[in-house]
């Protein structure tokens, strides 16, 4: 210690102990920004609990609509680590950030731990579970006959399938909402092909991948999924770079995804459209792929995208255009996606369906792109039968 402040060390460590104790005394009596809180060991084990000894549960992750494989470490009862299926066919074994997250999210002192109930002063307070089940209980018996509907987020498990039930007894309907539910694609599905469902995209064996503002390597859709094979497709194999597919990003901004692109195309907000459908011109008119059935159709359709005629409004030279449509094409197995901010305009969906339309010319769809086996994420409701909800609410339709 210095002259000016004479403190010998046995006062200094005196002083720290004071305050340590006085700390704890504050924690102890709620002064803190935190109770203390403490976990209680059991006082009778149960018999399939071993002390010292993990046990492991298969369920899945529900941080976003994906659905990973999840497996949860379980110590004494308590979930303490969650890790990728390595039999998921989704994930294969990985987990993401939020996946790995979703464990604090049990924890969280936050949590809502109980039901509450609104007060007379607008505030909510506990109440315990029976008396919960006896109000919601009534409320329903109340409501049967004047329009009862159970609003979720994406369930397409067993508590999905009871929830369908219980609602079929009490003549209610279920709504589920997805915040990022890919409304633009969907409905480029339907423009395109006549349904809204959404397809699974094979990212693993295409040879030659074309992004039009879809950051599958962000938060498209199945991120895990897609991070999974676009490694296996972008990897050497056997040292030959020729057996490494090409990916190009389309957008006016370089995202996360975007920087994994061996070629970033700088296009015009909202022209990523125009850009698809003067590749597919291309591929059409120069015959550069195995053509559909109804070729001739889709050459008059696409007879006014020509690279000329659009090149200038895209900002990309038409050299570039059919370059980009000659090795798409030729690779033999091109895969083009649309999403992120190339669908958030007011043409979002225009966009989807053209690259909707880039994947048919070029043989794609139902190869890479796949329908029918629809992702959970397509049988969401919309923003927009969401607004009639609450439309109906506001008429008196729900009660």
């Known amino acids: 210690m210095s002259d000016s402040l004479p403190v010998d060390r046995r006062r200094f460590l005196k002083v720290l102990g004071v305050a340590g104790a006085g ?5 102890a009596c709620g002064i803190g920004p935190e109770p203390t809180e403490r976990l209680i060991p059991y006082l009778i084990q149960p018999e399939d609990q071993i002390p010292g000894t993990a046990t492991y549960y298969a369920t899945t992750c529900r941080e976003c609509a994906a659905g990973c494989g999840v497996r949860v470490r379980v110590r004494e009862g308590r979930a303490v680590k969650l890790e990728g299926n390595p039999d998921s066919p989704i994930n294969r074994g990985r987990l993401c950030a939020r996946g790995q997250a979703a464990l604090q999210g049990l924890y969280n002192p936050d949590r809502v731990a109980h039901p509450m109930v609104r007060n007379a002063r607008g505030g909510f307070e506990d109440i315990d579970w029976d008396g919960a089940i006896q109000r919601l209980a009534a409320k329903v018996r109340e409501a049967q006959g004047k329009g009862i509907v159970f609003l979720s987020g994406v369930e397409q ?6 929830v369908d039930e219980w609602m079929k007894q009490v003549g209610g309907r279920r709504m589920s909402y997805e915040p990022f539910g890919f409304e633009a694609l969907r409905a480029g599905n339907r423009m395109a092909f006549g349904t809204a469902s959404v397809p ?8 030659y991948i074309l992004s039009f503002g879809a950051d599958f390597l962000d938060t498209w859709l199945s991120p895990v999924e897609f991070q999974n094979g676009f490694a296996r497709a972008h990897a050497f194999d056997a040292g030959r770079p020729a057996s490494m597919s090409k990916f190009v990003y389309v957008g006016p901004r370089l995202s996360l995804t975007g920087m994994n692109a061996d070629e970033w195309i700088a296009a015009r907000p909202g022209t990523e459209g125009l850009l698809a459908l003067a590749l597919a011109q291309v591929i059409v008119a120069r015959h550069l792929a195995r053509l559909p059935t109804d070729a001739s159709r889709l050459s008059s359709l696409l007879a006014g995208y020509a690279p000329r005629a659009v090149a200038a409004t895209i900002g990309i030279d038409e050299d570039v255009i059919v370059r980009l449509a ?15 901010m190339a669908t958030q305009g007011p043409n979002g ?23 029918g086996a629809d992702l959970a994420i397509g049988s969401t409701h919309t923003f927009g039968d969401l607004t009639a909800l609450m439309a109906d609410m506001a008429a008196g339709k729900v009660a």
């Open 326 to 340: 000659r090795e798409f094409a030729i690779s033999g197995g091109g895969l083009a996606v649309a999403g992120g």
């Open 157 to 162: 498990s067993s508590f999905g399938d009871l």
């Open 200 to 207: 699974s995209y094979d990212f693993a064996n295409a040879k």
């Open 23 to 27: 700390a704890a005394a504050a924690s």
């Open 349 to 371: 969906a225009e966009i989807a369906a053209a690259v909707n339309i880039l994947n048919y010319a070029a043989g794609a769809v139902g190869t890479l792109v796949m329908f």
